[in-house]
Every structure is written in C-alpha cells, then in structure tokens.
C-alpha cells in the first residue's frame, strides 16, 4: 500500500500560516504527535519550540535564517534555530543551553510553514541519530511530495502567496 499525506491547518498567526500532514488515513497529524509526546517528556523543550512558532508567525515571518538547516540538499530544515543567544532562548538548570530537540519542517515561503514530526537529537548529523533519524527521513519525503504537489498545481498558492489553495480531500502520494 502507498503512504500518503493529507494536508492540514495548525495555526495562523499575523505573517505565518501553518500546517501539517496526516498519513493515511490517521486523525491525527505528526504535529499533534509531536507536541503529545513532548509535552510530558520534555515539557521546556517543546515549550521553547512552542514560542519560536509563535514569534517567527507574529513577528517575523518564516525567515529563513530562523530555521535550522539539517542537510546541505534538503529544503526540509528544523526549529529552533542555531545559536543558545537567540530570544527566545532555552534556559536549563539556570543556564542558557542548546535545545537538542528538533521540529522538523518544511518552509514553503515566508509565510507558509509545514511542521512535521521530531525527537532529541544525540548525533552530530540527524540521518545518524536513531532518534530523530526516521523522522528527519520522512520529512524529506513529505517536503519533496510537497514541493511536488506545488509543482503539479494540486495546491496553488494565494494571489499574493501568503497561503494556499487545495481540495480538503487531497491525498499527495509519497
């Protein structure tokens, strides 16, 4: 049987609007898989990637230096962005760290946002980290059925591209 994506809407703030996918025939989407696990696991974690969402979607737009690139030939990155200075920052037993949890997405424009799915990251490179390797996978997979579905004009962007366009029951083959 072929996996298939179906789109959709997570939140809309002043300049992003984002969403996410459903596999098959699942309710619910990785996103909401994501945030259901790490709510509990790692709550400050996915607090902090929390507010990075929000900010870049009400106060920046979808930038992309506010994205973490993980691979040199993806289109596919990860939030929070690099750098233990950047507000909001990530603060743990009192002092600034690095956020090794990682959202991986696909960021279509300046104001359109896929989120995806992610885990701890415990590997230099995600593809080698069995946390977050099989969700770094699958994300390429989806930005580029995505990128795709653009491509075929299956989703259509807005007049002046700050959202889309598509059939509430569109199934992108990955």
């Known amino acids: 049987m072929n996996t298939f994506a179906k789109v959709k809407r997570v939140a809309e703030y002043d ?3 984002y969403y996410t996918v459903c596999l098959n025939d699942d309710k619910t989407s990785l996103f909401e898989y994501f945030v259901k696990k790490h709510t509990d696991a790692n709550r400050k974690k996915l607090n902090h990637i929390l507010s990075w969402i929000k900010i870049v979607g009400n106060k920046y737009g979808a930038q992309t230096h506010l994205f973490r690139p993980e691979a040199e030939i993806s289109d596919t990155s990860a939030l929070p962005p690099k750098g233990v200075e ?3 920052v990530y603060i743990e037993d009192g002092r600034k760290k690095p956020n090794n949890l990682r959202l991986y997405c696909f960021r279509a424009n300046e104001n359109v946002v896929f989120l995806f799915n992610g885990d701890l990251k415990t ?9 977050v390797g099989p969700h770094f996978k699958l994300a390429n997979q989806l930005t580029r059925a995505l990128e795709n579905a653009f491509k075929e004009g299956y989703i259509k962007w807005t007049e002046h591209y700050d959202d889309i366009l598509y059939d509430e029951d569109l199934k992108i083959e990955l």
């Open 86 to 88: 950047r507000k909001p």
């Open 123 to 131: 590997k230099q490179k995600a593809q080698k980290c069995p946390n």
């Open 15 to 17: 300049k992003v609007t």
